[in-house]
């Protein structure tokens, strides 16, 4: 039986990490020939836009995807207006992310949220602005009174691709209609994977799409290292950050972990962030919900867990923020060993 092979296998940075730092292994992720670098937003951290600016005026040619920018926190008009902007400056390559993280709606008090009708009607307006067009919008979230918005410079290209972070079965159906792509949070397993590709699967046949016009990317926290002991507890601090962070413990149990245990390590972060001990805190997360939730161990231990999210339906893994205890070094390891050994044009 031939073994699955990603299309495409790409770096995640975070901003809980310093502009210059993430700029630092963008610049990595060029000179070694990655084509894309995503850029993940923590609320309230530094700032996407500040950071794709950064990347991008730091790179030549690297795709720089914005995953995820939040309608709720940001206008969409605003967003199509800093794409934009950007693309002016760097050329024709951001890739522009939609999700709705509860994290943020709930942080800026947002009530009676509606996600999915906002990131509809945020992608219609972003995508319209982005070709060019005159818009005058009537949503049930966002408006755009008439005359309409237009940007008011020449656009680099017409068009941008549009991916939606989601893993939600009336969030995919949405999605699936018009997106790019869809990009699985941190977390999913190959077994989660494999349950909410059943629900795309059936989105796109609902759509009258093919399966082959989707990328299926999904973010895993990744930490290699020739030490695997060493790269497992390098994985610690994003973990335990989103064990935090995250409040339905859904994911960890299609990890295989006990969901109410889980449930008590949350609850134990989220009071030692709140108290201003988070740094101990991290030591206090077990070995085996790293390795549950990451994929962390000697470069060949990640190409074999790995392969799974392969054959569970990912086209392209976005290794994610940690990469190793030398972020710079795990660009090499990566672009050397786990990328051949994955990619089917490799």
Known sequence: MTEEKFQGLEIGLYSISSTKDNTAVAQKAEARGFRRVWLAEDHHSRDIFVQATAVAAATESIEIALGI??????HPAQIAMAVADIEEMAGPRLVLGFGAAWSAITAHGIENPRPIR???EASEICRRLLQGERVAYEGEVFRLPEPGAKLGFELARSGVPIYFGTMGPKTLKMATASADGILFSVFSSPAFVEDRM???RAAVAQAGRSIDD????????????EDGAVALQAAKRVVAHYLARIADPTRAGFAGLDIEQVGAL????????LEGRFEEAIETVPDHVVTALAVVGTPGQ??????AYAAAGIKTPVLYHTLGPDRIHAIDLIADQVRPALLADA
């Open 69 to 74: 920018v939040n309608p709720y926190t940001r």
């Open 118 to 120: 906002a990131l509809k």
């Open 198 to 200: 059943a629900h795309v």
């Open 214 to 225: 989707l990328d299926l990317a999904c973010y895993i926290i990744f930490s290699v290292d």
């Open 266 to 273: 949350q609850k134990e972060l989220k009071i030692a962030l």
């Open 302 to 307: 990640c190409i074999e867990r790995l392969k």
